[in-house]
């Protein structure tokens, strides 16, 4: 698993602004975002279920599905240059995120994040389940902030879900306690030095 996104935090996002379509445009802040959900288009009298993604068409039954792309302004960062994102949006299909990726344009790298395609509730446990699904350690931001909510069942995805967000925030207090112990270390050093 992957720890680089332990202390990331959601920055705001105006999606409403400079969508590239299908990263068509090489203009600096510009996004763009992959989807993957299941095929709504008929196959043999039923529907058919295949895995689609957004500005595709699918292979089994040639239906081209409509993805709405992110519905939040809010954009959870990865820590990658380089993704296979039809494969991550594919890992995502199942949940109400998408990835995206803004454009940096001449001067700096690509950045790529997630995005939530619905909101009205929170939404925190599809968040940490979704850097899990993408290999990554959940954020700490999130990790110390799963909600409780009447009924909710200690199931075996929610348990593993649990156990990353927990060795999120044994990570993010164990980088504290050796940042504390350095600061002691350069107070001694100072005294010691006057
Ligand atoms: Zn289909």
């Given at each position: 698993?992957?720890h680089?996104?332990?202390?990331a935090?959601?920055r705001r996002?105006?999606?409403s602004?400079?969508?590239?379509?299908d990263?068509g445009?090489?203009?600096?802040?510009t996004?763009?975002f992959?989807?993957?959900?299941a095929?709504?288009?008929?196959?043999?009298?039923?529907?058919?279920?295949?895995?689609?993604?957004n500005?595709g068409?699918c292979?089994?039954c040639a239906?081209?599905?409509q993805?709405?792309?992110?519905?939040m302004?809010?954009?959870?960062p990865?820590n990658?240059?380089r993704m296979d994102?039809?494969?991550?949006a594919r890992?995502l299909?199942?949940?109400p995120?998408v990835l995206v990726?803004?454009?940096?344009?001449?001067?700096n790298?690509d950045?790529?994040?997630?995005a939530?395609?619905?909101?009205g509730m929170?939404?925190?446990w599809?968040i940490c389940?979704?850097y899990i699904a993408?290999?990554?350690v959940?954020p700490?931001?999130?990790?110390r902030?799963?909600p409780?909510?009447a009924?909710l069942?200690?199931?075996?995805h929610?348990?593993?879900?649990?156990?990353w967000c927990r060795?999120?925030?044994?990570?993010?207090r164990?980088?504290?306690?050796?940042?504390l112990t350095?600061?002691?270390?350069t107070?001694?050093?100072m005294?010691?030095?006057?």
């Amino acid at each position: 698993m992957n720890h680089d996104t332990i202390d990331a935090t959601p920055r705001r996002l105006n999606y409403s602004e400079g969508y590239a379509y299908d990263g068509g445009s090489e203009e600096a802040g510009t996004w763009t975002f992959w989807e993957a959900g299941a095929c709504q288009g008929q196959r043999d009298g039923e529907t058919c279920g295949e895995i689609v993604y957004n500005g595709g068409q699918c292979n089994k039954c040639a239906y081209e599905p409509q993805f709405e792309g992110p519905a939040m302004n809010y954009f959870y960062p990865l820590n990658e240059e380089r993704m296979d994102e039809n494969e991550c949006a594919r890992k995502l299909a199942r949940l109400p995120l998408v990835l995206v990726r803004i454009n940096g344009g001449d001067n700096n790298a690509d950045q790529y994040g997630l995005a939530l395609t619905g909101g009205g509730m929170d939404l925190t446990w599809e968040i940490c389940a979704a850097y899990i699904a993408l290999g990554y350690v959940p954020p700490a931001h999130f990790a110390r902030n799963l909600p409780m909510y009447a009924g909710l069942k200690l199931t075996k995805h929610r348990r593993e879900i649990i156990r990353w967000c927990r060795a999120s925030l044994r990570c993010q207090r164990d980088w504290n306690a050796r940042g504390l112990t350095r600061l002691r270390d350069t107070v001694d050093k100072m005294k010691g030095g006057r």
